[in-house]
């Protein structure tokens, strides 16, 4: 990614590789193969998730008919890679053929570092929805409309962004809702907007979480519209589901932190991750490893050398554990 | 105007032409000879009360050289009309040749239709003033940054356009404030928005209030900037000053009222007319007529033919005695 870390996607990989040479370095002997498999594509340049889904066979044709990319994209680099639309639909991996999934991963957050702890075992990847929400008031001369008389679209779309942050903030914990974007129209000085339409996206640990969270800010733009008088128009966008994580690989990594002498807490992951396509096929695990300021998706993300050898070794531990 | 009223502007004309027939079928012997302006550009398509502030002497190169409709459109119309910019330059009436100036126009607000009144006499045209506000945050992941740990332009930008309708109607009566527009970057679903511009207009009817309006509004944007942890940058775009009418004019208009038999208040005029151009050269007086629903820049514009007849009578009863 330009201008994006040099931790985030390549430490699990370089880890993963680290824990198959040490296991053939030491000629251990497992009961299960050990792979390590570099994911394309899961910050959705192309389609989103596209290595880990296609190996857990929920790519399906119409995912790959109108990728968020674009089209021309997702063609060249399907040629650069030698792969094709066929290969990627044909590509899943028997369920049988899977007897777990580890991910090593950066926190992209700073509850680690906060904390000072050496560890956090993921329980949840959070479930991710969007909408596009569209306040509707009336065009109106800004000159000549006292204040009272308007049905002002950016009165509505500005509440609704103060009041879903108070929300979140004092109800759901774990949670995160964020208004990206607000496009005006007609957009200009003199006039007031008839037209706001916010960008929301929402993140919640688990699916009843996801389900009230979801619930309370469509509540919360329903209220705000009404109270200046306007129209709310909702487009739902699209979700991905929360996973948890399993529970038998998240015992697995506690008792690995214990016997390494690493601390660790349980976090959720408020980011998607290549673990979640995964997470219904076999029994999936994460963890992370502290970011130096949380930063992420920037050139300033870093991960301190001492934390990348803990989160290595605590990987091949848990992997020899379950293939042992 | 593509999709604008058949009355902003129209009726003043079509009432002066009147006016000036009545004057001269009735034979009327007056002091000083009365004509009626049919002024270009108002609204600003081109420069902004181009016709007007030509005859005032107030148009300089410079507004010429950039006007906000561009300078294609400019040439073009000038080319139209058979004028060109140095005619446009040496337009320009000696103050001593101006008497004074009357202007009907229709209300473009709901004040005389709700007060079921007749006349509105114009006290003051307000000053408009316009920046652009940006409130200046950090991008960060959406998912994986709290809602404490953010730096979030869209909080800002957002409670700075609730706090400045409170603002107005709590402390600046007969002011407006609009925020016609915002820009967020980068304006992505699953990142927090690092700026935020808010385009602001606000309007006072009077230099004392529009100074005290143009300090609270950019105190506001700093406190809620602060608020959220923000930086904020203030961008001034300009301002037109507030012009009071003529007091002289003003008592003939209610002379004439009462004599007329019309019901008659005092307004301040929200929007920006032809008149202000002419108020520091010469006496200048203003009325308006009732707009049904307030209506204005809109097909729905419309005045009744009695209110237009109201008005035509006023403004010819004005001149007559300010001629007389």
């Not at 000629?27 to 596209?50: H, K, P, Q, R, Y």
């Not at 899943?92 to 700073?110: D, V």
């Not at 673990?275 to 300033?300: E, K, N, T, W």
């Amino acid at each position: 990614m330009l201008n994006g870390g040099r931790f985030d996607g390549a430490l699990g990989v370089l880890a993963a590789l680290e824990v198959l040479r040490v296991v053939k370095e030491n000629n251990l002997s497992l009961t299960m193969n050990l792979e390590a498999i570099d994911f394309t594509d899961e910050e959705g340049t192309l389609v989103g998730l596209l290595g880990s889904a296609a190996i857990a066979g929920k790519i399906k044709p119409e995912h790959l008919q109108n990728p968020r990319g674009g089209r021309a994209a997702l063609e060249e680099g399907m040629q650069r890679a030698g792969v094709s639309a066929e290969s990627i639909l044909r590509a899943a991996r028997p369920r049988e053929s899977l007897g777990g999934y580890l991910e090593l991963h950066i926190e992209q957050g700073q509850r680690l570092e906060r904390a000072g702890v050496n560890i956090g075992i993921v329980t949840d990847i959070v479930g991710i929805g969007s909408y596009r929400l569209t306040f509707i008031g009336r065009a109106d001369h800004a000159g000549t409309t006292t204040m009272q008389d308007r049905l002002d679209a950016a009165q509505g779309a500005s509440a609704f962004t103060g009041a879903i942050r108070d929300l979140v903030i004092e109800r759901f914990l774990n949670c995160v809702a964020n208004v990206g974007k607000m496009e005006f129209e007609p957009g200009a000085f003199n006039i007031v907007p008839a037209r706001v339409t916010a960008s929301l996206e929402f993140r919640a640990p688990n699916a009843a979480e996801f389900t009230r969270l979801e619930a309370a800010l469509l509540d919360c733009a329903e209220l705000q519209s009404k109270r200046f008088g306007l129209g709310l128009e909702k487009e739902f966008l699209g979700k991905h589901s929360p996973s948890p994580m399993s529970e038998g690989v998240q015992k697995t990594f506690v008792d690995a932190c214990d016997a390494l002498g690493l601390s660790r807490m349980d976090l959720v992951s408020g980011a998607g991750h290549d673990a979640q396509s995964l997470a219904s096929l076999c029994p999936v695990g994460m963890i992370f490893v502290p970011s130096v300021d949380g930063a992420s998706h920037s050139p300033r993300e870093f991960t301190k050398w001492g934390d990348c050898v803990n989160g290595a070794n605590l990987l091949l531990q848990a992997a020899i554990k379950m293939s042992g």
